[in-house]
């Protein structure tokens, strides 16, 4: 590499994220030496993006930067922990320094949003990826897992999924046919919607203040990465029971809603980006009825929405005036 990996670190990582006193030894020796508090459990997450896999290629570096660091920010959340610490390994085709520099300022503005510590990590020559491993604390036995849901409790999720999964389609398009998305955005009033749609999927905001609060609230949390129904089903098997949705209570923003009132995407699309879009990184979490009232003010403000329960049995089941059909792939295209 033109640039030594010892420069490289120092130019552009040494600095990004927030400094921390439980940082003994940071970034520049062999190991980090960190300093968890006493009575705390300490949660460790770990994803790794790939150009052309997890996001388009020649995607904007900043975008790449923050969501890098995001997608594990959304798992700590998911945990009801608060993070501390990020390693993060970069193989790069090239050293291109005005990337470099657009990527550690994306990773590094979120992780000074979030006191994240970036403590080391390591850089090697090839395909672009990047891995990331976010360690976090939890008051000791209070860790949110995908198992504590029983029979009865609510099915929430934060947001409104879809969103993200939108974006990226609008940027597959855009790179797709360079001249026609920006010639219909610009010459109408949809640029701020899709513009949104856009943000939620290069700019995803981890729900860790959420997760937080749902340690004492929630039986069961999971963050909403592969897709809003393929996760409830994760979480409703590891809690061995089966999960009804309802359809007709997903919320969808006010962004989507206008792509679709413009014709921008069907009515079917914007419902599979909703039910199985991903990368959104919500938090999908049970509750007993009993904490409704503490989440009484999210709820009002759209920020979390009921949107079914844990029952008796296996599977995920979509429930239409009352009645339970099984979530096969003919189920799906009948709530498009
Ligand atoms: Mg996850």
Known sequence: MALGEFALIERYFRAAGASRSDVPIGVGDDGAILRPPPGFDLVAVSDTLVEGVHFPQGAAPRSIGHRALAVNLSDIAAMGATPAWALLSLTLPTVDEPWLAEFSAGFGVLACEHEVALVGGDTTRGPLTLGVQVLGFVPQ?????????????????????????????????????????????????LSAPLATLQQRFEYPTPRLALGARLRTLASAGIDVSDGLYGDATKLAAASGCAVHIEPQRLPCSAALTAAVAAGVFTAAEAMAFVCAGGDDYELLFTMPPAA?????????????????????????????????????????????
């Open 141 to 189: 036995g209070e860790g949110l897992r995908r198992s504590g849901g029983r029979p009865g409790d609510l099915l929430c999720v934060s947001g409104t999924p879809g969103d993200a999964a939108a974006g990226l389609a609008l940027l597959q398009r855009a790179s797709a046919r360079p001249a026609v998305p920006s010639a219909e955005v610009s010459s109408s009033t």
């Open 292 to 336: 409704i009232p503490a989440l009484q003010a999210d709820i009002d403000r759209g920020d979390v929405t009921i949107i079914g329960a844990l029952a008796s049995g296996a599977g995920l089941w979509l429930l239409e005036q009352g009645v339970a059909q099984p979530a096969t792939a003919a189920g799906f295209d009948h709530f498009g």
